[in-house]
C-alpha cells in the first residue's frame, strides 16, 4: 500500500480512479480517515456506484451514521439495480445493529450478483458478529471461491475457528490472510495468538514481534506478548512489555492485575499491591481474585489501606 501510495502521487493529473486506488490502499493500511478523503473526492470527480461499497465500510470503521445513511439514501435513489447499492444499505444497517435488515440487504446485493465477494464477506462477519458460526462459514467460504485472494475472508475463518478452540486450522487461515496481506499488523497480531494456543510460544513471540513492527502502537500484540513471557517465566520482559500497555489502556483491570502478579514474582511487593488495588477499583468483578492475590501478599483486605487513594 505505501509503495502504492507513492506511485499514484508521482501522477501529473489525478482522475476518480486514481483517488479510489489510493483510497483502497488507505482502507488496507487502516488510515479510515485518508480513505474516506479519498473516495468522497473520487465521487466528486466521477459520480458512479463504484468504489462506494469501499467507501461504506470506511463510514462503518469510522462510527459516521449520518454520512453512511445519506450514501445509501444516494445508493437507493441512483443505483438500486446494482449489488454494490444493496451492500452499502447493508453497510447501514449493520452499523445501526439491526443484523437481519443487514444480512436482508446483504442477500439482495448477491441476488443481483451471486459473484459479488464483498457482500459475502460482510454477511460473514455479520454472523460472526452474533457467533452464527454455520452462516458465517458458508459465507466467507463462498466469498473465497469467488476471490481466493480476499484475506479478510481467510482472517473471518480464522477466527471462527479460533472461537471454537480449533487452533491449527485458526493458525493455517490467519497464516494465509498474512500472506496476502504482510504488512497488516492487526492480522499478525491474531495469527501469533492463534501459534500460541496451538502450543507455539516461541514462534508466536516472533509473529507478535513482527505486528509490532508494522505497528509500535499495537496494544494487543504487546499485552499478547505479556502474556507469553509470563507464561515461561520470564517476568522482566513481560513487565516491559505490559508497562507500555498500561500507559496506553490505563484502566483495563485486567492488565493491572497482570501487574500486580509480575510485581509479586519479581519481588516488588509496593507496586504488587499498587496494582492489584488499581484493578480492584476498576473492575469490582475482579475483587476476588485480587484480594486472593493480595492475601498472599500478607495484605489485609478486611479494611482499606490507609494509602489506598
Known amino acids: 500500500c505505501p509503495q502504492a501510495l507513492s506511485l499514484l502521487a508521482k501522477l501529473s493529473v489525478t482522475t476518480a480512479w486514481s483517488w479510489r486506488q489510493a483510497g483502497r490502499a488507505h482502507l488496507e493500511s487502516g488510515d479510515f480517515v485518508a480513505a474516506q478523503r479519498a473516495y468522497e473526492r473520487a465521487y466528486q470527480l466521477e459520480p458512479t456506484v463504484n468504489g462506494l461499497e469501499y467507501l461504506s465500510t470506511v463510514y462503518w470503521q469510522l462510527k459516521k451514521e449520518v454520512p453512511l445513511a445519506h450514501l445509501a439514501q444516494v445508493c437507493m435513489l441512483d443505483y438500486k439495480d446494482t449489488a454494490i447499492a444493496w451492500c452499502v444499505v447493508g453497510n447501514c444497517f449493520s452499523l445501526q445493529k439491526d443484523a437481519t435488515a443487514a444480512l436482508t440487504f446483504f442477500q439482495r446485493s448477491?441476488?443481483?450478483?451471486?459473484?459479488?465477494?464483498?457482500?459475502?464477506t460482510l454477511a460473514g462477519y455479520e454472523h460472526l458478529g452474533h457467533e452464527?458460526?454455520?452462516?458465517a462459514l458458508s459465507s466467507f467460504r463462498q466469498a473465497l471461491r469467488i476471490a481466493p485472494r480476499r484475506y479478510n475472508a481467510w482472517y473471518g475463518l480464522g477466527t471462527i475457528y479460533h472461537c471454537q478452540e480449533k487452533y491449527e486450522l485458526a493458525e493455517y487461515h490467519f497464516a494465509k490472510a498474512c500472506a496476502l496481506h504482510p504488512t497488516s499488523s492487526i492480522l499478525q497480531c491474531h495469527w501469533g495468538m492463534a501459534q500460541y494456543a496451538n502450543g507455539k510460544g516461541y514462534q508466536a513471540l516472533e509473529t507478535l514481534g513482527t505486528a509490532l513492527?508494522?505497528?509500535p502502537h499495537n496494544?494487543?500484540?504487546r499485552y499478547q506478548r505479556a502474556t507469553i513471557y509470563a507464561k515461561i517465566h520470564r517476568p522482566k520482559e513481560a513487565l516491559q512489555e505490559l508497562l507500555v500497555v498500561r500507559n496506553a489502556a490505563p484502566r483495563q483491570a485486567t492488565v493491572h492485575r497482570l501487574l500486580g502478579q509480575l510485581y509479586k514474582q519479581l519481588g516488588d511487593t509496593s507496586n504488587a499491591l499498587k496494582s492489584y488495588l488499581t484493578a480492584m477499583d476498576l473492575d469490582p468483578h475482579d475483587a476476588a481474585a485480587c484480594k486472593a492475590a493480595l492475601d498472599k501478599l500478607g495484605v489485609d483486605t478486611s479494611e482499606p489501606p490507609e494509602d489506598a487513594t
Open 110 to 120: 448477491l441476488e443481483l450478483d451471486p459473484n459479488f465477494a464483498y457482500s459475502h
Open 132 to 135: 452464527d458460526f454455520g452462516p
Open 213 to 215: 513492527r508494522l505497528d
Open 219 to 221: 496494544p494487543q500484540a
